[in-house]
């Protein structure tokens, strides 16, 4: 069973967003639970026992979404990619009251992997603006990807790739590169052992 090297880096990268997105949950749980224990009764007196407490769970839901924290469900894993999906929506650049200006073609692309223990997953890959030069130029049915728990972009690591995609921050980088040019971080991740660049197993 092959394993993913995650270097030092991108381990403390990613240690250190989990510790923030926890922080700030927390942070905005206690709060709510604060504002909740002293001014619950008085703001919400007009609502029965039942209806409250339903107030109660929603306010102490919304710090999970605001902060992301159902991200940290997430899994490294290599595999082959056996299908990609994309499909177009139309979104705008401002979320509020968006104009005929700020519209554009939205592209959310799905990848489905195949893993080393023979399941397929669906792993929403990117949203990007649709056009030719964007991310999906990199990426094509038969390549091999990893994914680092809690980044946000695949990797691709066929033999003979001459482009690597930063894991996190996206930057396409010459192969040949340690780091990526843009972030910095380590651009080759090793799988068990040896190199990327010499690594013979199979398609
Ligand atoms: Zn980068």
């Known amino acids: 069973m092959k394993e993913i090297i995650i270097p030092a880096d991108i381990k403390e990268y ?3 967003k989990v510790f ?3 922080s700030l949950w927390l942070i905005m749980t206690i709060a709510i639970t604060l504002l909740i224990v002293f001014f619950g009764d008085t703001f919400f007196s007009r609502l029965n026992n039942t209806v409250k407490i ?3 769970v929603l306010l102490l839901i919304i710090p999970v979404y605001i ?3 159902y991200d940290l469900k997430d899994n490294s894993f290599y595999g082959l990619i056996t299908k990609i999906e994309v499909k177009n929506t139309v979104d705008s650049e401002r979320g509020f009251r968006p104009t005929i200006e700020t519209l554009y073609r939205k592209e959310t692309v799905y990848f489905y992997i195949k893993l080393k223990n023979g399941k397929t997953i669906k792993r929403k890959a990117f949203e990007q603006h649709a056009n030719n030069n ?3 130029k990199y990426y094509s049915v038969g390549d091999r990807v990893l994914h ?3 980044t946000d972009y695949l990797q ?3 033999k003979n790739v001459d482009k690597k995609i930063c894991v996190i921050c996206g930057t396409s980088n010459p192969a040949a590169n340690d780091s990526c040019a843009f972030c910095r971080h380590t651009l080759n991740i ?3 052992g040896p190199p990327i660049g010499g690594d013979t197993s199979e398609r």
């Open 67 to 69: 902060s992301k924290l």
């Open 134 to 136: 964007n991310m999906s």
């Open 20 to 22: 923030k997105k926890i």
């Open 148 to 150: 680092i728990y809690g």
């Open 14 to 16: 990613v240690n250190k």
């Open 156 to 158: 691709i690591i066929n």
């Open 190 to 192: 090793r799988i068990d």
């Open 54 to 56: 339903g107030v109660y």
